[in-house]
């Protein structure tokens, strides 16, 4: 029998030889070289608000280093939460592919559980932690306490990483149970906006005292910290276990339901049917619906914080948060082209340029979606805080050059993911560095051309060219996704054979 500790050996190896063996791995190699790259940028960038930080501390005779920075970790900790959702995924997704084996599938979770704690990415606030820490807290406080400084910082973002792994799962199951993170947020944020003594000081000082508990060592804190982590992993070993059971026993749904013939569409004669088939894969699949409804949230989210709070009020957290919500079906949806349709892939190639006739289908589609976000975000048009000319020019733009980019990914997608499995589907379990790639260019290229051009000239010519641009790609996306087209096809039998080779 193999022990736990050999079971995690051979399971975190399976993990290294199954990115190696998948579909997108050959184009992950380039792509994550600029992940890398943008990511030690990012780390530099943290380096240098720590120094920032540090100085400001030292400079202040009212709060010490190790206090200042437990009294801003809510805030961190929800960055690194929202940050997780990019890269980090569920143990049961994992798990599958051992269900079969005599092998105790507890054992299985309980592995990548202790897989998630020892993650890369759990060091990655030490870019902010550690440079803190010897200019604020090692000289004046000395050597023992930085190291109960630090270790109580890094067991704050272990939890964070059980708490990301427990909403994530649920939140898999139902988009309702983002209520979860919005209340227990909501209360530990209170001290800032609710008694008497309401603000930002308040909010501070409730947390600054953790700084002082775990940098000397009281016995107390650590004992909590211990024993919330030890309820987050058993909470979290038995969802994950739930859940990885509930669909690897699930039923198929065989009931005979009334199907909506969009016969308004006909008029647009073949790709029509292709257009009624994506509506009807966005309205009855359940993973694709899912992350439609998720992105219709977000976009209302934040919709309304531009609209009535200053948060954002910035010329250029404006101009990022707006185009960000025109691209949001794009990013979301639009880069995994063709990753819904390797499911039946077979069935798109039976006849001529059915592919291509899908892909101006999607087109159409997406394009007539940007409606929903036009819409949502005319509050900030009536508060003052963006103009019609802004949201016009961006749900341009993004039709037309941003749309082109997205599609470029139909040329490069070969891994299937699956229409309604969540924790069990392959398509979930390797990250695809293009696609992020291809994310971050689209939402950092037009803010920083805006910007640029805001500066030499005016932020009305900037929206004008941004149109423009937008409107040639619109009047010219027949070449366009004939290229795309093209191009798939020269890679058509590559692409299928990673499609086959990612399916349940």
Not at 145 to 159: P, Q
Not at 165 to 182: D, E, G, K
Not at 321 to 340: E, N, P, Q, S, T
Request: charge should be positive; hydrophobic fraction near 50%; include cysteine.
């Amino acid at each position: 029998m193999l022990t736990k500790i050999q079971l995690l050996k051979i399971l975190r190896n399976h993990l290294k030889l199954s990115e190696k063996r998948s579909a997108t791995w050959e184009q992950n190699k380039t792509a994550r070289y600029f992940v890398y790259i943008v990511s030690a940028i990012f780390v530099m960038y943290m380096a240098f608000i720590s120094v920032m930080l540090s100085l400001i501390v030292n400079s202040s005779d009212d709060i010490t280093g190790y206090e200042f920075m437990y009294a801003i970790m809510p805030f961190v900790l929800v960055v690194d939460f929202l940050i997780r959702f990019a890269f980090q995924q569920t143990p049961s997704q994992m798990a599958k592919p051992y269900s079969l084996l005599p092998v105790s599938i507890f054992s299985c979770i309980d592995c990548f559980l202790l897989n998630t704690l020892t993650n890369t990415f759990n060091i990655f606030w030490f870019s902010l932690f550690l440079p803190f820490s010897i200019m604020s807290v090692l000289f004046s406080e000395g050597f023992i306490v930085t190291i109960g400084f630090l270790l109580g910082l890094y067991l704050l973002i272990l939890l964070n990483s059980l708490w990301y792994l427990l909403v994530r799962s649920l939140v898999n199951v139902s988009i309702l149970w983002w209520m979860l993170p919005a209340v227990v947020y909501a209360l530990i944020f209170m001290p800032w906006y609710i008694g008497d003594n309401a603000g930002i000081e308040t909010f501070l000082e409730s947390y600054m005292h953790f700084g002082e508990g775990f940098s000397f060592f009281n016995i107390l804190y650590y004992l909590g910290m211990t024993a919330a982590m030890a309820v987050l992993l058993m909470v979290n070993r038995t969802i994950q276990h739930r859940l990885l059971w509930t669909e690897l026993s699930r039923q198929n749904d065989t009931t005979v339901k009334h199907v909506a013939s969009f016969s308004f569409m006909d008029k647009l004669g073949e790709t029509s049917e292709y257009m009624k088939l994506e509506v009807k894969s966005i309205m009855r699949n359940k993973n694709v619906r899912k992350t439609f409804v998720f992105g219709t949230c977000i976009i209302i989210m934040f919709s309304l914080i531009l609209s009535f709070t200053d948060v954002y009020d910035g010329q250029i957290m404006s101009n990022f948060w707006c185009i960000y919500c025109f691209a949001l079906y794009g990013a979301m949806i639009l880069v995994k082209i063709m990753c819904y349709e390797g499911n039946y892939i077979e069935c798109l190639m039976v006849h001529k340029e059915n592919i291509i006739q899908l892909l101006r289908a999607k087109y159409y589609i997406y394009s007539i979606l940007l409606v929903m976000p036009f819409l949502l975000m005319l509050p900030t048009v009536f508060t003052g805080k963006c103009t019609l000319l802004m949201l016009v020019a961006y749900a341009l733009f993004t039709a037309g050059a941003e749309y082109c980019m997205f599609f470029q990914m139909a040329v490069f997608n070969k891994q299937t993911i699956p229409l309604n499995t969540k924790f069990i589907g392959k398509g979930s379990m390797e990250t695809n560095y293009l696609q992020i790639v291809v994310e971050l260019g689209i939402f950092i290229v037009p803010v920083a051309f805006i910007s640029i051009v805001t500066l030499l000239l005016s932020e009305t010519v900037a929206h004008i060219i941004i149109m423009s641009v937008g409107l040639a790609f619109i009047l010219l996306h027949k070449i366009w996704i004939r290229n795309v087209y093209s191009r798939m096809m020269k890679r058509r039998y590559q692409n299928m054979e990673g499609f086959r080779s990612t399916r349940e």
